[in-house]
């Protein structure tokens, strides 16, 4: 039998503040355990909470980026439990009036656009860590209280792909909104996941689980893809379903139920007296929404529109936030230092020639960016901003390419360097004498020993076997240590070999 | 609208299973005590569910203050000595507490 999965996701996002939620403690991850805390966050009594206003407002950013309704009267709640992962014995959260209702994520999985529809968002505070050693658990205090945001979906996406696609997409949105630092390492996206299926064409939704506490992408995709195996089984073997709430565990790669007692709550949430409710005018909101950063849809728009870029590049780029902000810097040097050439050029075609070039110029970056850059920023695990080579870099490095300075392999050599050790590539050429010789007459010298030096291939050429021109064109770039300018000793030597053959 | 008080309070508190909630052991004597008491007061409190309060917007704050907010800037907080000197275990570092999982 065929079977449909439905699948939810609740999203949390620790946001980009420098303080926590409700006190004027530091947020900085990594700090020694228990050194950014005070009487609030360690739920000392009689200490009151004072919402942080920066957190209301990156909330209310990410539901105006996501087309959320934003509630105009918001408040917080007690949600009410016993773990030693938090003091009071209850969480501030947001019950029923979150800051933002509604929205949606568009994402693409398996090449299938769609839209996925959001619940709502809310803001609440974060938990201590607990650590568990032999006999005890551990508790640092320094994560309690940072402003947490949830994003809960509609349970509408049908596959893990769709999942995966969705956090992406989100996580893509949150950055380009400077909403959250969205460093997966450090806890910032943890995500709870809902999880039912159901004979396909059956309308009735079947009994769900909750995978609870998945701190990477890849740790929501294998425990969907887990769990729906698994629930099909149980049904396929004409068992039930039962409603709970399971822990994954990534060594062994499978969904483990936890004992219901753990997961059964009740919370008997109730307005939290010590917080005023939040009332957002429409001014306010206004405000907030001429602020809102260009989207990386938009972006991608602007990127053709501004750069001539194909519309392929301008997808790939503006992708990560950081790679098109990288790709714009670079351009803007590029063109700042044609602006200098063009103040100086005499003739006038100097001029026309920089203004093809300010079309060649983004292309030319752009062709790095998504070629040698990417493949040595996947091969080496780092983000661009980890890269050595910085864009004013990589702009003098395609001038340079453009004045055919260096040829085209000489300058990839030069990137791979700048890339690890960074530095200008004009003084990288000059120091390691890779300028590229163009001269003529240094040129000829070396086709001609080359030609003396293998009267076999010569000979080869000249009876038809085209392949021996690039063993040839090979030797003379060998003998000018890659450094010669390939085409005209292409060039040169076509013209030797046919010329001289009778 | 007239609501329903006396007997039917009775059933509306699970006496065991709120001392489950608040984490309080309870012997069978307190839960029979405490039913009999915590009934009387429900059956109090319901007095207010006489009053009409049909097109009533609940109240999320006895007070009438909106948007108490702090700016996002840091100020110091406790040391890590003061702060452990409350706890009953510590190891330096981080609380103790009985193993959680
Ligand atoms: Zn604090």
Known sequence: MNYSATIGLEVHVQLATRTKMFCACNTDFGSPPNTHVCPVCLGYPGALPVINEEAVRLTVMTGLML?????????????????????????????????????????????????IPLTRIHLEEDVAKNMHVRNASSIDFNRAGHPLMEVVTEPELDSSEEAFAFLQALKQILLYGGISPCNLEEGNLRCDVNCSVRPAGQPALGVKTEIKNLNTFK???????????????VLESGGTIVQETRRWETETGITESMRSKEAAHDYRYFPDPDLMPVVLSSE????????????????????????????????????????????????????????????????PSAAAGDEKLAKTGPKAISNWLMTEMLRLLSEKGIDIDQAAIRPKALAELVRLAEAQVVNSNTAKDVFAALFEQGGDPELWVKQKGLVQVSDAGAIEAMVEKAMADHPGSVADFRAGKSAALQFLVGQVMRASKGKAHPQRVQELLKKKLTTTAN | MVLD???????????????????????????????????????????????DV????????????????????????????????????????????????
């Open chain 1, 67 to 115: 087309g959320s309704e934003i509630n105009p009267f918001s408040k917080f709640d007690r949600k009410n439990y016993f773990y030693p992962d938090m003091p009071k014995n209850y969480q501030i959260s947001q019950y029923d009036r979150p800051l933002c209702i509604g929205g949606a994520v568009a994402i693409e999985a398996n090449g299938v656009a769609k839209t």
């Open chain 1, 219 to 233: 740790g929501v995709f294998q425990s969907l893809q887990y769990e729906i195996k698994r629930q099909i089984a």
């Open chain 1, 284 to 347: 306010q909101i206004e405000c907030w929404k001429a602020l809102l950063p260009e989207l990386p849809r938009q972006r991608c728009d602007r990127l053709v529109r501004q750069y001539s870029i194909p519309p392929y590049d301008a997808r790939v780029l503006s992708a990560d936030k950081a790679m098109a902000d990288y790709f714009e810097e670079a351009c803007r040097y590029y063109a700042s230092s044609q602006a200098t050439r063009s103040a100086h050029a005499v003739a």
């Open chain 2, 5 to 51: 008080s006396g007997r039917d309070a009775v059933k509306t508190i699970d006496v065991p299973y709120v001392a489950h909630l608040a984490r309080l052991t309870l012997d069978d004597k307190e839960i029979r005590d405490f039913q009999g008491q915590l009934d009387q007061i429900v059956a109090y409190v319901k007095i207010i569910q006489q009053v």
């Open chain 2, 54 to 101: 049909s097109g009533v917007e609940p109240m999320a704050h006895a007070v009438q203050i909106r948007n108490v907010f702090r700016k996002d800037e840091e100020r110091k907080g406790l040391d890590r000595d003061v702060v452990l000197a409350n706890a009953p275990v510590h190891d330096g570092e981080q609380f103790l507490v009985p193993k959680i999982v």
